[in-house]
């Protein structure tokens, strides 16, 4: 972990002449760092290094890594890895390619330590004993039928408090907690956190197990998740890292300003309908990204909230209404304290009263906008089954900056006899 996170400062011709370097030294140590670096840095270093090196390398990792790394490999390299490996280690890396990115049957770590029910405690013991070498790690003995379908659990702890002589269907806890290989891996991670397990077995459509997610594993999804969120939100690539190289990182960042660009555009025609209003008045032109402004800011605080509150399962859309309630409260209730103050400023600024009336009226009708917006249109995205974190800012700040300016220079214009 030291040395992926060394390895993570270093540009990309640095890390691959560290990387190589490492090679010729150490090649456990090299397939260690692998499973710890992120997945997309990992696959670059292996795409310079011949497949049968990279296929020895991929031997070396737990599935799920090897699978995640695998993926992340040029198609023509990808195959000449798979048909230099050992044939049950390609097969299980095969096998997992076919569930969908995301989900648990993409993360899950398919040696999973599973007996039959009628297994004694002694026999379980023995077997733990025998196989430790072949599982990456055992938290819980899975119990299942003659048919593999998963139907208890039990724990290390109930395996040495009871006497060897017990079968496991007489200490097991029948209702365990298990997820499909369907399910998103968010889900998957919520699971964890909420009844604080340490792993969690998959199991596919007819609940026979086919393997388990760990905590380790669901760490990674929680880093991963939470960095595409940031980023998404502040409309970045998450494969671009602060030692990407330069015109890499322009490639990555142009998409989502061509975008802005547009919102912007769009925003500016409103300013451009009222040029006549604007002319006439001068301080409006001052005044008018104040409004803009704190609308955008206090959009982006709804939409923070409503974001984590969807990844958590908090904000749902059977609870939406109340919460969309709560938000535009809050909004309404800045509106007026903000709009106060900016009357007052732009009253004593100006020597016009019916200005700071407008600007105070504009700021309560934007917040509302930032509050209702922030909170519906992550929703309606979640609800479409859109990442509610990737388009969700964009959209926001460009209801805000729109309605901001049309309800500034709009309400100055009803009352432009008052303000010249």
Partial sequence: ADIASIFTGLTEPERLFAFNL???????????????????????????LDPPTIAKLLQGLPTDDATELASQLPPELFESVMALMYVDQSADVLDQLQFDEDTAGRIMTPNVF???????????IANLQRKSDELEMVFYVYVVDDRHHLVGVVSLRELLLNPPSMPLKKIMAADVISMPTTADQEEVARIVGQY???AVPIVDEEN??????????????????????????AGVDTDERVTTPPLRSLRLRLPWL?????????????????????????????????????????????????????????????NSKRIIFKEVLVGM????????????????????????LVIGLAMIINMFVAAFMGILIPLVLKRLQ????????????????????????????????WIQ
């Fill in 208 to 233: 026979r197990l086919v393997g388990m997610v760990t905590v380790d594993d669901v760490v990674d999804v929680i880093r991963e998740e939470a960095t595409e969120d940031i980023y998404s939100l």
């Fill in 196 to 198: 604080n397990l340490v």
């Fill in 258 to 318: 061509h975008v802005n660009l547009i919102t912007a555009i769009l925003a500016s025609t409103v300013v451009y309908a009222f040029q006549g209003t604007i002319s006439q008045v001068v301080a409006l032109a001052v005044l008018m990204p104040i409004v803009a402004g704190m609308g955008g800011n206090a959009a982006i605080q709804t939409l923070t909230v409503a974001v984590r509150g969807l990844a958590l399962g908090e904000l749902t859309w059977d």
């Fill in 333 to 356: 209730g800045n509106g007026v304290v903000l709009g106060v103050v900016v009357a007052v400023i732009a009253w004593l600024w100006f020597r016009r009263p019916i200005l700071g």
């Fill in 386 to 417: 859109a990442d509610p974190a990737v388009a969700s800012g964009i959209f926001v700040t460009t209801f805000t900056d729109v309605c901001g300016f049309f309800s500034f220079l709009g309400l100055a214009t009803l009352f432009l006899k």
């Fill in 114 to 124: 599973a007996l039959h029910e009628d297994m004694t405690v002694s026999e379980v």
């Fill in 22 to 48: 490492l090679l010729r030294q150490n090649e456990n140590l090299v397939t260690e760092t692998l499973g710890e670096m992120e997945p997309e840095d990992a696959a670059r270093l292996l795409a310079h």
